[in-house]
């Protein structure tokens, strides 16, 4: 009881500087190689990432716990109210771009290509469709398995915003997973199934799964997901970009900006080990403007906040 | 069967006539420290209380579900507007797997504790007790995927065959999975009951020809009963906490279903997935996990008190 | 008395009782097997799993299996956290978990036998006993992640009063996963405490001794096997915990070693997860190698609890 008491008595940290980041786990994996390197470099700097959720992590940086977010979405604006009325404004920085893949079973040889207006009839929430027959009346009247993130993923929520237009809707009968392996090995092994994840899971897995070319809407092209079609926005509307929100009273730290400095610095490397693509020329240039202007980029998205 | 219920109950003082005052203010002390001990827990469930009352009653005022809407209701659907925050289907969840997990494990538990004290060599019960020891130890997320690499692809093999749909997530792989995990809980507790009833009990009942079933049955394990018992509630109470390997093999499809081949959601990975997920912290959703975590604790308080009640009727005093 | 004219009741069923017994063990044995079962099952899958290369050599090669497994689990412990599957390694899990086992046991072990002393010793049976063993026996059934809000709310955050907050450190994690595993120390310690019979107690109480000098001399020994049980138990319970240290800041991703109990750590069950996470197929082999240095672990404490154990053991 005493040594508790004792124990209450001595705040902890670690002795030598040390950059917190927390957030989504998909940008985790960024960080995380960036962390790797750059701590080589730098040995005498600690920097510790951990991956609660983007959620879990404005929470914490609003809680002045961490210096940088992890984000796979845009801040909403009641988490930036209350940044700016906390005064600890941050600066966002897009780190990478993600392209959400639509993905069936290689034993699924009729699936051509979708529009989003299909995937929207597929996927929506009291969906009437049951059968591939009830997609397309070409294909084979075989029952439908679909595979999904569940409710708390970010992939979730940007996907089921982009294709069917609310946010967090989606139809019931799925096979949620947290875990995008898990998916992964449930569309390979089910000759019947669909499902989506990011552009890494299904790169390391291509032997096992078959992407499905996006149609925006009728009159563009399909565009199957790759590298150089998410790099230049072609592959559309499931390409989303990633962010770190940075603390800017933390970048007035040298550790922090070392680390942030050698971060943006390296993106194309440490996008790709994190399986992502990294971002375009030109979100690099804003990300430049923004280090050396130590202004908060506008962060509220145009379209309302889900 | 608690020998304290017939001892005569003498108080510290009473107990030292002669001795200094130094011991007499060790003895004090030791008590004290003791006492103390005990208060953390009380004080550890006093916390737990506070820290989900307080954020329940910011969700209920948040999202304006009413107590009773709550507690009954059938459906959970944070996404609605207005949202549905039933939490039924999750208490039939965490009561499937808990059934489930437990009509696997006691069994199992009980015939393998019976087994390694009464009839297995010293050398033998001496290997398997650790080996069932360490099933405790395989964290839990190993026992996920081996629900989902091992477990589920076994069942669609075995049901398949004969017509009935296996989905990938489903209950019966959790109280599968779980099941096992619980087992060295009633198995090694138990055993150390059973071996602690004193020879002369068994010795008696070989004495008047009774066969060794019957000794073990009629006169060992009625002798053990409340040890065996207290195991089992470990058990149970350990089935309804289970987070991870749940999460892994069950799905998160919260409803109420008889069919063990669908997918279902409990209490407790309902609150695993709002905790890593990406609300926003402070929104109702985020809320709702501090109020299922509360009624969760109010389930298993009452099964608690329920079966001290039972097992108050059924102690067995021997001496 | 003839015994076939009496009544069922009496009858002697001598063929039905031959029969019972061999029966009824054969069906226990078959049970305590099934555990065994399941778990050569597990250790098999998980082997295979970290063995998975292409061109290995064949199952039943045991030597050249073995080595090469001890080879990459060698490796796997001294690598530290990567995201290249070649380059990646549990070096830092290791480290925080054998800390985090040392801090819980320090800390959950004395209160919890305390604890049980008190309750089984010191206090009349009652009213209150009874509250404070009903509360505990609940709070053994609380889900691990509700241990992780408390010990945010409690250890890391101090509710709100920064003074007195741990932050993300070894030791807040260590309170949390104490206070987890307390209330089964506390039971099956009473559980073992009860298996002493009466007449030790008052033999030592007879011969002059104090109240804690016959706890301490006389029960607590006699007690010791079943406390061990409990305490291995539980201790392997913490061991594999995940979900209460991710909310208590077990860090998902961290290059440094702590060097003391105010250190930010990792945790080896927190880094399995995290690589299972990732996509890349190669990380599925290294998550199984963290999966059987884990298992190794355990196995290492539990065989050193028991070694203790068996040294105890009353033999009647």
């Known amino acids: 009881m005493a040594l508790l008491l004792v124990l209450q008595g001595c705040g902890g940290g670690t002795s030598s500087p040390t950059v917190e980041v927390d957030g989504s786990s998909t940008v985790f994996r960024i960080s995380e190689a960036a962390r790797e390197e750059y701590s080589q470099l730098n040995p005498n700097v600690t920097v510790v990432v951990d991956n609660h959720g983007t959620g879990g992590g404005f929470s914490n940086y609003l809680n002045g716990e961490i210096d940088i977010v992890d984000a796979s979405r845009n801040a909403k604006p009641d988490e930036e109210a209350k940044a700016k009325a906390q005064g600890i404004p941050w600066s966002r920085f897009t780190v990478g771009t993600d392209g959400i893949t639509v993905v069936v079973n290689p034993k699924n040889t009729f699936v051509k290509s979708l529009t989003v207006e299909q995937l929207k009839t597929i996927w929506e929430p009291d969906s009437k469709v049951k059968t591939w027959n009830d997609v397309d009346p070409s294909w084979p009247a075989q029952p439908i398995v679909f595979y999904s993130p569940d409710v708390d993923s970010g992939t979730f929520e940007f996907f089921t915003e982009a294709i069917i237009g609310k946010a967090r809707q989606q139809r019931d009968d799925v096979q949620p997973s947290s875990d995008d392996n898990t998916l992964v090995n449930g569309v390979a092994g089910d000759p019947d199934g669909i499902g989506y994840f990011g552009y890494a899971f299904y790169e390391e897995n291509a032997n096992k799964l078959r992407a499905i070319p996006i149609q925006p809407n009728s009159d563009a092209e399909a565009v199957a997901p790759s590298v150089s079609t998410i790099l230049d926005k072609t592959y559309r509307p499931l390409s989303r970009p990633l962010y770190i929100f940075v603390k800017q009273a933390s970048l007035r730290k040298a550790a922090v900006r070392g680390f942030v400095d050698y971060y943006l610095g390296h993106l194309d490397v440490l996008a790709k080990k994190g399986g992502y693509v990294p971002p375009s020329p030109e979100e690099k240039e804003a990300n430049q403007k923004a280090l050396s202007s130590g202004q908060a980029v506008p962060t509220t998205s145009e379209k309302d906040a889900a | ?319 | 008395m003839n015994p076939s004219i009496a009544e069922p009741k009496y009858q002697p069923h001598r063929v039905a009782r031959r029969w019972a017994g061999p029966i009824f063990g054969i069906a226990c044995f078959l049970a305590t097997l099934t555990g065994v079962l399941v778990l050569s099952v597990v250790l098999g899958a998980v082997i295979a799993a970290a063995l998975r290369q292409p061109g290995a050599a064949p199952w039943y090669h045991l030597g050249t299996n073995l080595r090469e497994l001890f080879d990459l689990l060698v490796g796997l412990v001294q690598k530290p956290q990567s995201s290249d599957p070649l380059r990646a390694g549990f070096r830092a899990g290791v480290v925080g978990s054998l800390w985090m086992l040392g801090l819980v046991g320090l800390m959950a072990i004395p209160v919890g036998v305390g604890a049980a002393v008190y309750l089984e010793e010191y206090i009349a049976p009652g009213p209150f006993r009874r509250i404070i063993q009903t509360n505990i026996a609940n709070l053994a059934g609380v889900p691990s992640i509700v241990y992780g809000i408390l010990g945010l709310a409690l250890f890391v955050r101090a509710f709100g009063m920064k003074e007195y907050a741990l932050g993300r450190t070894l030791i807040a994690g260590g309170l949390t996963l104490g206070l987890l595993v307390l209330p089964v120390i506390v039971i099956s310690t009473q559980e073992a405490l009860r298996t002493v019979p009466n007449s030790l107690r008052q033999a030592a109480l007879a011969l002059g001794a104090t109240r804690w000098q016959m706890v301490r001399d006389h029960v607590l020994p006699a007690a010791l096997p079943g406390i061990l049980t409990g305490t291995i138990l539980s201790l392997s319970r913490a061991i594999g915990e995940t979900a209460p240290l991710l909310m208590v800041g077990a860090a998902g991703s961290i290059g440094v070693l702590p060097r003391s109990p105010f250190d930010r750590y990792t945790v080896l069950p927190v880094e399995i997860y995290n690589y299972a996470k990732n996509p890349k197929v190669q990380f599925q082999t290294v998550t199984a190698g963290g999966i059987l240095i884990l298992l190794l672990l355990l196995l290492t404490m539990n065989a050193t609890a028991i070694i203790i154990r068996n040294r105890y053991a009353r033999s009647g």
């Open chain 2, 1 to 319: 069967m608690s020998p304290t219920e017939t001892r005569p109950f003498v108080s510290p003082d009473e107990l030292w006539s002669t001795g200094s005052p130094l011991r007499s203010f060790a003895e004090s002390a030791i008590t004290v420290g003791l006492f103390l001990c005990a208060l953390v827990t009380v004080l550890t469930t006093t916390g737990i209380i506070v820290v989900l009352s307080v954020e329940s009653v910011e969700f209920f005022r948040q999202s304006g579900v009413s107590l009773f809407d709550f507690l009954t209701g059938t459906e959970l659907k944070p996404e609605l507007s207005p949202p549905k925050y039933g939490i039924l289907p999750l208490v039939w969840g965490t009561l499937v797997i808990a059934a489930g997990s437990t009509m696997i494990a006691l069994p199992i538990g009980l015939l393998s504790a019976i087994y390694l004290s009464e009839y297995a060599p010293k050398h033998v019960r001496n290997l398997l007790k650790p080996a069932l020891e360490l099933l405790a130890g395989i964290p839990t997320i190993v026992y996920g995927y081996l629900a989902l690499l091992i477990v589920t692809p076994m069942l669609k093999a075995i049901f398949e065959p004969i017509g009935i749909r296996v989905e990938t997530f489903n209950a019966l792989s959790a109280c599968i999975v779980v099941g096992v995990m619980i087992i060295p809980l009633v198995s090694s507790l138990s055993e150390d009951v059973l071996s602690a009833v004193p020879r002369g009990l068994r010795e008696s009942a070989y004495g008047l020809g009774a066969t060794k079933f019957e000794v073990s049955t009629r006169i060992v394990l009625p002798a053990a009963l409340s040890g065996v018992v207290a195991s089992f509630i470990l058990a149970l109470s350990r089935a309804i906490g289970e987070t991870m390997a749940v999460v892994l093999a069950a799905g998160m499809r919260p409803r109420i279903t008889l069919n063990p081949f669908t997918s279902v959601e409990t209490m407790t990975t309902y609150i695993v997935a709002v905790t890593n997920g990406e609300a926003s912290h402070g929104s109702p959703k985020y809320l709702s996990l501090f109020a299922v975590g509360m009624a969760l604790f109010v389930m298993t308080l009452m099964l608690n008190i329920l079966s001290g009640l039972v097992l108050r009727r059924y102690r067995e005093v021997y001496q």
